[in-house]
């Protein structure tokens, strides 16, 4: 167990997104709509 936790771990590279996927969530965040009704949430998308 000892071996196993202290290795260092290799670090992950961070991934720049295309300005395209990030417009896209974006739009879609927009058109999100979450309504709640008796403790119940519905989402739906507007578009």
Known sequence: MKDIYSN???RTKLVEAKPET??????????LKI??????KFESNLN
């Open 22 to 31: 990030i417009q896209f969530l974006m739009n879609y965040s927009k058109s």
């Open 35 to 40: 309504t709640e009704v008796d403790g119940h």
């Open 8 to 10: 260092k771990k290799k």
